[in-house]
């Protein structure tokens, strides 16, 4: 019966993997209920239906989610055994509406205070559904978190959250004003005093490109380059109904921990006038996270959008449509 557990404990394997390696994992599985059982008996018994049960799993249907999110009650997006976080009430909602446990993937793993309004994941799922009754039951049961899945996707079995990302969008909010900000606390970084745009706008152009952001990238970053591209980052001027805002809209491929927080805190001095565009130049020519400017607040950080080569979320003829 060792070989049984063995070949249960496998099947475990085969229903989480859904690597390019899955096939592999699939036919060790068979090969070792040939070659370990030694009962013809418990063969016919065990082997036949457990073929059925990795051939299930091969074909589970995977699904894209955008999530939205307030990152205020949260420690982050990534699950953590001792704390709140937006990707285990996202698993634990599916738990309610499909045997688990799951692990789901997401595009950008964000920090713990830091919003979303177009994170996107992805899950597998045992049998499938129409998407919109799927986003329906999943915003039933994060009921009270402070999240909503807008939209919901089939996608291919190789399609990935992160992987198949071919650009990622941040947006922060800042806001100057003088008295506390109340109704949009927590949403927005406040400064007391006015910023000049035009001077942030000269000195973004230092940063757009290539470059090593050693200086801007947390000490704790894992990514095993400092090297990244900045595709762009627009400036702009927003009437909030609390006060003047700027607004920062960041878009690279991929960013390192703490980079875009980095970017926003160096280039609100340079509006504020205690840093010039050569300070800018000086620091991210200096390699060195001592030569960054302040860190801003995670709190007017969100992930606002993230692009694929198809976006999965575009309306089709054979999506899922709202019944009347």
Known sequence: MSS?????????????????SGQTVFELCRRSAEHNLDSKRLRGLAVFPFWLFCLKCQNMPRFALKI??????????QRQNDRRSVQGAVEAALAKIAMGPHQIGAAGRTDAGVHATGQVAHCD???DWAPFRLSEALNFHLKPNPIAILDVARVDDEWHSRFSATQRQYHFRLLMRRAPAT????????????LDLAAMRDAVKVLIGTHDFTTFRSTICQSKSPVKTLDSIEISAVDGSSGPEVHFDVRARSFLHNQVRSLVGTLERVGAGSWGTDDVRRALE?????ACGPVCPPYGLYLAGVSYEVDPFAPSETASKRPA
Do not use: M
């Not at 049984?4 to 390019?20: G, K, M």
């Not at 939205?68 to 997006?77: D, I, L, N």
């Open 125 to 127: 799922l045992t049998r």
């Open 68 to 77: 939205e999110y307030h990152g205020a009650p949260f420690s982050g997006w």
């Open 183 to 194: 109704h949009v606390a927590g949403l927005v970084w406040q400064v007391k005093t006015g």
């Open 4 to 20: 049984v557990i063995r070949l249960v404990c496998l099947a475990v394997a085969a229903r989480h993997n859904r690597s390019q």
């Open 286 to 290: 200096a390699r060195d996270r001592a």
